[in-house]
Nanobody, 126 residues
Framework: VQLQASGGGLVQPGGSLRLSCAAS????????IGWFRQAPGKEREGVLC????????YNIDSVKGRFTISRDISKNTVYLQMNNLKPEDTAVYYC????????????????????WGQGTQVTVSS
C-alpha cells in the first residue's frame, strides 16, 4: 500500500502546476483524498480534499478558485491542479487517503487519513 506524490517544482508567480497522487496496493475510487502542505517553519495544514461525490472541500480560503482536486479512476490517481500560484503557496505538498474505502464527504483534518504520500516540493518564486 503506497501513495506516490509527484509533480512539484519551481514555478513563477502566476504560473500553474499539477500535482499527482498515485496509489498502489489499494484503490482511490471512493476514498476521501486530501492535500496538505507544510511551509518552512510552519505546521502542516490541510488545503482541500475530495470525497466520493467528487466535491471539493476547502480548508484555506486563499486557494479557492485557484486549486482543484480531481480523480482519474482509470489511473488510480488524484490530481491537484494549482493555478495562479503565489509565493505563499511555497511548501511541501502531501497527499493522503482515507482508510475507509468510501467517504462521501471529506474533511481536511490529518486524523481523517491513514495513508500518506512522501511529499513533493512546490516553490513559487521569480
Amino acid at each position: 500500500v503506497q501513495l506516490q506524490a509527484s509533480g512539484g517544482g519551481l514555478v513563477q508567480p502566476g504560473g500553474s502546476l499539477r500535482l499527482s497522487c498515485a496509489a498502489s496496493g489499494f484503490t482511490l475510487d471512493y476514498r476521501g483524498i486530501g492535500w496538505f502542505r507544510q511551509a518552512p517553519g510552519k505546521e502542516r495544514e490541510g488545503v482541500l480534499c475530495i470525497g466520493s461525490n467528487d466535491g471539493n472541500t476547502y480548508n484555506i480560503d486563499s486557494v479557492k478558485g485557484r486549486f482543484t482536486i480531481s480523480r482519474d479512476i482509470s489511473k488510480n490517481t488524484v490530481y491537484l491542479q494549482m493555478n495562479n500560484l503565489k509565493p505563499e503557496d511555497t511548501a511541501v505538498y502531501y497527499c493522503a487517503a482515507s482508510g475507509s474505502p468510501f467517504v462521501q464527504y471529506c474533511a481536511v483534518v490529518p486524523g481523517g487519513y491513514d495513508y500518506w504520500g512522501q511529499g513533493t516540493q512546490v516553490t513559487v518564486s521569480s
